[in-house]
């Protein structure tokens, strides 16, 4: 991530509080161990992760992602765990199995 998309998605983050800890655990589960250690000393996400996330949305690993599909995935990531408690998600049109 670009420090610009990254100054984007905390920005976009912070004006939504409703996504605070969805953004957090993502955060947390996403950033490889001991990320503290290794510059830019921040929590971001694999490389080779993130081109491999860019090549299955976009088809192209070097396509940075925009802020906005960024939100779209945090606000899927803070509903899936309602919607499979409630056994329906966006994908089966909502009727369940």
């Known amino acids: ?21 969805t953004a957090l655990r993502q955060t947390h589960r996403l950033a490889p161990r001991g990320w503290w250690r290794r510059p830019p000393f921040l929590p971001l996400p694999d490389r080779g992760y993130s081109a491999f996330r860019q090549v299955t949305q976009y088809g192209d690993a070097d396509h940075p992602p925009s802020v906005g599909d960024i939100l779209v995935w945090l606000e899927w990531c803070r509903s899936l765990p309602a919607a499979v408690r409630a056994g329906t998600t966006e994908d089966d049109g909502g009727g369940g199995k």
């Open 1 to 21: 991530m670009t420090a610009r998309l990254t100054l984007g998605v905390a920005v976009a983050v912070l004006v939504r509080p409703g996504l605070w800890l």
